[in-house]
């Protein structure tokens, strides 16, 4: 096994079909000999367990324990009992809920946006710097500093993964970053997310009421997030943009004015 991973990490490291194809004939080799150790080792630990040990009531109660059922939901007298029924009226109940109440879209919030943004830009003309396009140094720093607790989004990329990359899988990500930086262009498939239900604590499970939505996003999004928020709150403070007394998501200057 350690034989197998050593060329698995250099095929990584170097992209040598050699390698590859050495690390495919022995997981062809070994992985039937991994399987049989396995289950030697679970047919030996089962012989070794006592009806009056702790550990074996435990196992137990793991295989009996049955599988707990979502039961139906109900929804303005609508009942619904299959699963992909289920899901779709918790999506219906989602946009309803969460629906902007402010017309955000409209013709006069599109005009007193610009007339609000062009005042403020008439009054005072703060340099925009240049676009400050991230490194791998950079990215990696920002990797190590995501929570591993944290669920992946549709795509199933999870930080463990990301901080297990290779150096040279790991470039292109900054370049990526930088064309998305440069050209002002948001991937599409980064504006959706995994919704998952949570019941509310104490509620009956039956109610589309009680649940409360969780959206999980893109990891390699949380990512660029962060990069564009570093150089947001960059610009905002060399420009002095925000009062002092702003202490929506404050800095360390704003905490240690907060707490003075």
């Known amino acids: 096994m350690q034989l197998k991973n050593y060329r698995r990490r250099c095929y990584h490291r170097s992209a040598f079909r050699l390698y590859h194809l050495l690390r495919h004939l022995l997981s062809r080799v070994l992985t039937p000999r991994r399987n049989q150790v396995r289950n030697s080792k679970w047919v030996s630990f089962l012989g070794t367990l006592h009806p009056q040990a702790q550990s074996f009531w435990?196992?137990?109660?793991?295989?009996?324990?049955?599988?707990?059922?979502?039961?139906?939901?109900?929804?303005?007298?609508?009942?619904?009992f299959i699963s992909a029924g289920k899901a779709?009226?918790?999506?219906?109940?989602?946009?309803?809920?969460?629906?902007?109440?402010?017309?955000v879209g409209t013709a006069n919030n599109t005009r007193m946006v610009n007339r609000t943004v062009n005042k403020?830009?008439?009054?005072?003309?703060?340099?925009?710097?240049?676009?400050?396009?991230?490194?791998?140094?950079?990215?990696?720093?920002?990797?190590?500093?995501?929570?591993?607790?944290?669920?992946?989004?549709?795509?199933?990329i999870?930080?463990?993964?990301l901080r297990n990359l290779s150096r040279k899988t790991l470039i292109h990500l900054p370049q990526l970053f930088k064309h998305i930086l440069r050209f002002g262009y948001f991937p599409?498939?980064?504006?959706?997310?995994?919704?998952?239900?949570?019941?509310?604590?104490?509620?009956?499970?039956?109610?589309?009421?009680?649940?409360?939505?969780?959206?999980?996003?893109?990891?390699?999004r949380k990512l660029l997030k962060r990069i564009v928020a570093h150089r947001l709150i960059s610009f905002i403070h060399q420009n002095h943009i925000l009062p002092p007394e702003q202490f929506v998501f404050p800095t360390f200057q704003n905490r240690r004015l907060l707490y003075s």
């Open 188 to 220: 599409c498939a980064w504006k959706s997310a995994k919704v998952i239900p949570f019941l509310k604590p104490g509620k009956p499970l039956s109610d589309t009421g009680n649940h409360r939505p969780i959206s999980l996003f893109n990891t390699v």
């Open 120 to 156: 403020y830009f008439r009054r005072s003309h703060p340099h925009v710097p240049e676009t400050q396009l991230t490194s791998p140094y950079e990215l990696r720093r920002l990797i190590q500093s995501l929570k591993t607790e944290s669920a992946p989004g549709i795509e199933g």
């Open 58 to 80: 435990k196992i137990a109660r793991y295989f009996t324990t049955p599988t707990r059922s979502v039961p139906p939901l109900f929804d303005h007298r609508v009942k619904v």
């Open 88 to 103: 779709e009226l918790l999506a219906h109940h989602f946009e309803r809920i969460l629906h902007l109440k402010l017309k």
């Open 158 to 161: 999870s930080v463990t993964m």
